[in-house]
């Protein structure tokens, strides 16, 4: 009787086990969906569908705490022309490349870029005012044409991109504040493009 005690005692404890390790495995395993689910393929950034959720809690986060949030919409210039140009794989290569560098530039665990789509990103600053967003956006601006992305036929091929920057306003809801990142990089690129144009 006590030697099988002892073994139906260590088959449990077996079996407990087997169940730790396997709640473990399909933790694992759901987070690694989670942050696919989260994120641009191409790019590595997060995506629509993620922007859609986090931007929301940014802006919740600055006006319960009466906090600055600014958006920066980023559009690759003549993209469809670059396209056209030198082929769907270069244009991805651009895409990632301009995601990375932009990506490096801002402060890890604070800001962060999603797609929103085609060749269009956009950057949330939290804690972020007008005026440094605006600096960034030019920063950025400036330094994107000087970022060589190696061409596989042969040289390098840069590019710029055109810069809205906006900035919270209190009570207002995602829409309403991509909405007019939006109507400025529009204007930036109706102005002649590779340039930033901001709005309060």
Sequence with gaps: MVKLQKALHEHIHNLDDLVNERTAQLEK?????????ATDGLTG???????????????????????????????IDHFKQFNDQHGHQLGDEVLRSAAKHVAGTLRQG????????????????????LEAAIA???????????????????????????FGVTAYRPSEDALALL????????????????????GA
């Design 136 to 162: 960034i956006a030019h920063r950025l601006c400036d330094a994107l044409p000087e970022h060589a992305v190696p061409n596989p036929r042969g040289g390098s091929v840069y590019i710029s991109a055109s």
């Design 45 to 75: 950034c997060y995506n629509r569908r993620a922007l859609q959720d986090k931007l929301p809690e940014e802006i919740e986060r600055a006006q319960r705490y009466h906090r600055p949030l600014a958006v920066v919409f980023m559009d």
């Design 179 to 198: 909405s007019r990142a939006d109507t400025l990089v529009y204007q930036a690129k109706s102005a002649g493009r590779q340039q930033v144009v901001a």
């Design 110 to 129: 604070v800001d962060w870029i999603a797609r929103y789509g085609g060749e269009e990103f956009v950057l949330v600053l939290p804690e972020t005012p």
């Design 29 to 37: 395993l759901l987070e690694e969906i989670r942050h696919l689910s």
